[in-house]
């Protein structure tokens, strides 16, 4: 028997050693491709500390492009970001799963802004749900409903300006985008009763998304309490609609009405706290990124006699077309006034940057040539507003030019498929970019056929304090009814 024991434990003790050793060669194997292929170069913060100081943020960055190439490393003493410049190297950034590459916790600002129940405090699959209702209820057959709406909203706004006056248009442009929100996705119990309030409640919501909310999302700070506060009013008022609608059968014809109707695979219907965070974001992101971007697309037009006179044009004709009646087909026509948008845009991007998290290794050809391996963990970063300003992507990246979108030049076309994301891309592109076209097209049309403008505070400067690239301070028009 203590021959039998000894030969027992030596047996285990061999089985385990095997274990190990067999273990260490999976490890290895599995591996394997790490060490044939090199990590991207690497920088250290503290390396960066002078420049950023002296250059600023997006000058550093582009130093290290041009240093380094398309693929980077930057160590914050321990946390590694990983920066991928290009078209060519943000295929997997934009079309990986979510298993492999996610938001990770970088959209927890999202969180106090909308609530808990709902977007990136859920599950996936809950998410994945609740973004098909947003993309269901701005379909384009659904939208072509909402012309006349907005265009009523937009008539009343100015007919509010006299003959001739002179108005800051960054203050006059987030006013009416906030009209057309609360008429089509808030419905009339808003516009009736609290406009005032809900404009003040979005404007403290929307003081919540800069960059320290952004690395201390939690923290009370004087504007993150607002933020709060103004969250948890913003949810009051839409619970008490959705309340009084269920309670009397009534049902209306605006966005929140169908939210309110929409029904989960298991069958279950949309609760009130979900039905008020995803209309706070549709809100949010209507007014918010809408009000820089129509800003910015004045600010160029006004600032550049040629595309003006286009967009002025084709109104003409347009208008000429459709007898005095802008309905969903005339908008669709609108390719002079969508390509100033767009260029708009592409120089000031709503978001500066996309991140996201690393969950599995994975490769990467940078556009020199060199083969790289991510590892999980990482924290990649797309440079939006870098990518946006490519000098081999866009002929003279920093000047105002529409037309390199039109027939014949496509440039974000010809870029590569990932050339231009200031909606995103992939997996998790905007699915309210439409919709943001729509409702800036429908102001500056309006704007275009009615008006003679005139620029005449200097051409604004972006401000880097907050996510999205707005224009710093006022911006003032002249203006003299046709």
């Not at 990986?96 to 802004?113: D, Q, R, W, Y």
């Not at 979005?202 to 998304?209: D, P, R």
């Not at 910015?296 to 006004?302: K, P, R």
């Amino acid at each position: 028997m203590d021959k039998l024991a000894a030969g027992t434990t030596w047996l285990a003790i061999a089985i385990f050693v095997i274990s190990v050793i067999a273990t260490k060669i999976s490890r290895w194997k599995s591996n394997a491709h790490l060490s044939r292929r090199p990590l991207p170069p690497v920088v250290n913060v503290l390396a960066l500390l002078p420049s950023l100081f002296n250059k600023g943020f997006w000058v550093t960055i582009n130093d290290l492009y041009t240093r380094f190439g398309t693929v980077f490393t930057v160590n914050l003493f321990g946390p590694k970001i990983t920066m991928l410049v290009g078209p060519e190297v943000s295929a997997h950034f934009f079309q990986g799963l979510e298993s492999e590459i996610s938001f990770g916790n970088f959209a927890e600002v999202t969180i106090p802004l909308f609530g808990q129940e709902v977007l990136y405090a859920v599950d996936t699959a809950t998410r994945n749900e609740q973004v098909n209702f947003v993309i269901d209820v701005l379909l384009p057959s659904k939208m072509r409903s909402l012309v006349d709406p907005i265009s009523q909203e937009v008539e009343a706004y100015f007919a509010k300006w006299g003959q001739d006056g002179i108005v800051d248009l960054k203050h006059e442009l987030e006013q009416v985008l906030m009209f057309i929100s609360c008429r089509c996705l808030l419905g009339y119990e808003i516009q009736e009763m609290m406009m005032e309030e809900i404009y003040s409640l979005f404007h403290e919501l929307g003081k919540g998304l800069n960059f320290f909310s952004y690395l201390f999302p939690h923290m009370p700070t004087p504007t993150n309490q607002r933020r709060d506060k103004a969250h948890i009013r913003l949810k009051e008022i839409f619970t008490k609609i959705i309340r009084s609608r269920r309670s009397s059968n009534r049902v209306e014809e605006d966005v929140l009405q169908r939210l309110m109707d929409s029904k989960y695979k298991d069958g279950r219907s949309t609760t009130e706290a979900e039905i008020s965070g995803i209309i706070m974001a549709l809100v949010f992101a209507g007014k918010h990124s809408s009000t820089a971007a129509s800003t910015w697309t004045g600010a160029f037009m006004l600032s550049n006699t040629k595309f003006l006179i286009a967009a002025m044009e084709e109104q003409k004709h347009i208008i000429s077309k459709y007898e005095n009646q802008i309905d969903y087909n005339a908008l669709l026509e609108m390719d002079t006034l969508h390509r100033c948008i767009k260029e708009a845009m592409r120089m000031h991007t709503p978001s500066q940057m996309l991140i996201r998290k690393a969950h599995k290794n994975f490769k990467v050809q940078a556009k020199e040539g060199k083969e790289y391996d991510i590892p999980k963990g990482h924290n990649i970063v797309i440079p939006t507003a870098l990518n946006n300003k490519l000098a081999h992507v866009y002929s003279n990246p920093h000047v105002y030019d529409p037309d390199r979108f039109g027939p014949g030049r496509e440039e974000d076309k010809v870029g590569g498929k990932f050339s231009l994301t200031t909606f995103g891309g992939g997996r998790h592109i905007c699915p309210a970019m439409a919709y943001a076209y729509f409702q800036i097209k429908l102001v500056w049309s309006h704007l275009l056929r009615n008006f003679e403008l005139r620029l005449i505070s200097p051409f604004p400067e972006a401000d880097f304090s907050k996510l999205g690239q707005e224009p710093k301070g006022k911006v003032m028009i002249s203006y003299k009814r046709h």
